[in-house]
């Protein structure tokens, strides 16, 4: 790899990263070009060397995002209760842990509204993720024809009560949000699939 390569690497890798913190903390719509160029230390006219429009860059960024957390979250639990990584999964996700990083790790709450209003491509690309979770969870079950509709509602009973209980963060009512969903959902996994 030559120097001016590594060097294209390294642009695109900060853009990514500027990106992805930005996702997290802002959403899409409060984002731009700017913003994202100032955060990778670079300049506004070096983007399109890089990415064809904010959309390009933004739903590449959705996707690895959400796929690099989702990823990390599956192996974590995987490792650390392998007798039942599902319930582990909701378990982490619906953690104080979770629910008070300092950063945001999950960008689902910070999105779900700006991809509601702009559509595509940043729709394709949610819809792309969540069938990728829904399919890695499912498989966490174990074999059956009802462990995605199962791992169907664990997900949106996950992304449901922690961006809820993010929003009332500090509040008795925060934490009995987090409480609830993993009991419901703990017994949601334990029952036999029909």
Known sequence: MTQKTEQKQKSHDAILASAAALLLERG??????????????????????HFESKEHLFTE???????????????????DAPQAPA????????SRKHRDAAAPT??????????SRTGEPYRGALEAELQGFTQSFAELLGPGARHREKALVAIALMYGALSLSRAVRGTKLSDELLEAAKRWGSELLAKPAA
């Open 28 to 49: 899409i719509q409060a984002s731009s070009i700017m913003d994202v160029m100032k955060g990778a230390g670079l300049t506004v006219g070096g983007f399109y060397g």
């Open 61 to 79: 960024t959705l996707r690895g995002t959400t796929r690099t957390v989702w990823n990390k979250l599956v192996r974590k639990a995987k490792e």
């Open 87 to 94: 319930a582990r999964v909701l378990e982490g996700y619906l």
């Open 106 to 115: 999950c960008p689902l709450p910070s999105i779900v509204a700006d991809v």
